[in-house]
């Protein structure tokens, strides 16, 4: 019992890797009971890949924290009775397994619904469960390409360079998430449950919703624009000090003339080229020169601290360790404190958002089999001996 506005509402995850563990992650975040099915013959890869220790594995960490593990064998009769049981006593279900994989093991959304009929069935596919391609499985980085989100990644005027793997997955996820949260508000209203059909590939193209509109209307094909931005100019990222670099972004005629003051020339601000953001735009090349001559003599801390003082968007480009060492992001909780079973102290990635009655997070990621006697004892009401059996016969582990 954390707190939080989903205390009291259970998830069960059938998932894989990143995306379909992200939508527990948020829910549990949220103060949901969060219980991953696993077992030792089909580790998640995020528990495998270039470890040694399943149990401390740092990808299977970062996206797995205040979670629950039970061990079921789910290529058994009996493991998918059990799973079906458990579905009985919980609100919530999200898989994103491969296409076709949870009816073929006898827990599709019909299957489920018959054991719990106001169920919120969650589904993740590429393409979605439905239509000529829903056969297809794939990876982030197939995601955001067949979404068009990787068409526009890349350095201006120049071919496609590609999307950042977890960015597909997370968002992705989140679309997920918000989705049960809806059709979770849908059956308290009206007590029934839903089927909620999740597609990676619709979730990246909502993120260029624009330039999807921009084709269909206009025809217009937009290539790739480095930093530019259509609403603001200046928005690119220059050099400073020592080869660092500060993004700078400016959204107003206001904020260019506060910035045309701290690089001492305000006579840019009333500058014919420069005087509005459609000649900044015109003219964003010699912008862009013009403002990096100035940075590139300063200190990307200090300047970055400074045009924050004065409501200019900016920061010094950072490497993942000095993200990590943030002390700002420490402070506002982007970042959180768990502890493992072993009682060592981890970091996490913590939610995005701040809340009056937050549900409290304390744990990391479990190790495998960590709450099978909780789940199959307390929520399942199988004795010592049963539990026993199920795991000499190779059912739950």
């Not at 010699?286 to 403002?291: A, C, G, R, S, Y």
């Not at 968007?313 to 982007?334: C, H, K, M, N, T």
Request: include cysteine.
């Amino acid at each position: 019992m954390r707190g939080g506005p989903l205390q009291g509402v259970r998830v069960v995850e059938l998932t894989k890797v990143w995306a379909g563990p992200c939508v527990g992650k948020l829910l549990g975040y949220l103060g949901a009971e969060v219980i991953r099915v696993e077992s030792e013959g089909s580790l998640d890869v995020t528990r495998t890949y270039g470890v040694d220790e399943i149990n401390n594995a740092p990808g299977f960490q970062s996206v797995n924290p205040e979670k629950l593990s039970v061990q079921v064998n789910m290529k058994t009769k009996e493991g998918i009775a059990i799973i079906l049981d458990l579905l009985g006593k919980s609100d919530i279900l999200v898989e994103n397994l491969r296409p076709g994989a949870v009816k073929r093991l006898g827990l599709g959304y019909e299957d489920v619904r018959a054991t719990k009929p106001d169920i919120i069935y969650v589904s993740m596919g590429m393409f979605g469960s439905e239509g000529p391609l829903s056969y297809q499985t794939g990876y982030a980085p197939c995601f955001a390409a067949l979404g068009g989100l990787s068409s526009r990644v890349g350095y201006e005027g120049g071919a496609p360079e590609g999307m950042n793997i977890r960015y597909a997955d997370s968002t992705f996820g989140a679309a997920a998430a918000y989705g049960a949260l809806v059709a979770l508000l849908h059956r308290r209203r009206t007590g029934v449950g839903q089927f909620v059909d999740v597609s990676a590939v619709e979730c990246m193209s909502s993120m260029i919703g624009d330039t999807l509109m921009d084709y269909a209307l206009n025809g217009a094909i937009v290539g790739c624009e480095g930093n530019r931005h259509a609403e603001m100019a200046p928005h690119n990222v220059y050099p400073c000090r020592n080869d660092e670099w500060i993004s700078i972004a400016v959204n107003s005629d206001a904020q260019w003339a506060s910035l045309a003051q701290r690089m001492g020339q305000p006579e840019l601000a009333t500058q014919p080229s420069f005087c509005s953001h459609s000649m900044r735009k015109a003219h964003e090349a010699e912008l862009d020169t013009v403002i990096a001559a100035w940075t590139v003599k300063q200190d990307a801390c200090e300047l970055s601290r400074e045009l924050q003082l004065h409501g200019i968007a900016a920061a010094r480009s950072q490497s993942s360790l000095d993200l990590v060492g943030d002390p700002i992001l420490w402070e506002r909780g982007f970042y959180q404190d768990v502890s493992d079973r072993e009682g060592r102290a981890k970091a996490t990635l913590g939610p995005s958002w701040k809340m009056t009655r937050a549900a409290s997070i304390n744990h990391a990621a479990p190790q495998l089999g960590e709450h099978n006697a909780y789940v199959l004892g307390d929520i399942l009401g199988l004795s010592s001996e049963e539990q026993q059996r199920l795991t000499d016969a190779g059912i739950t582990r």
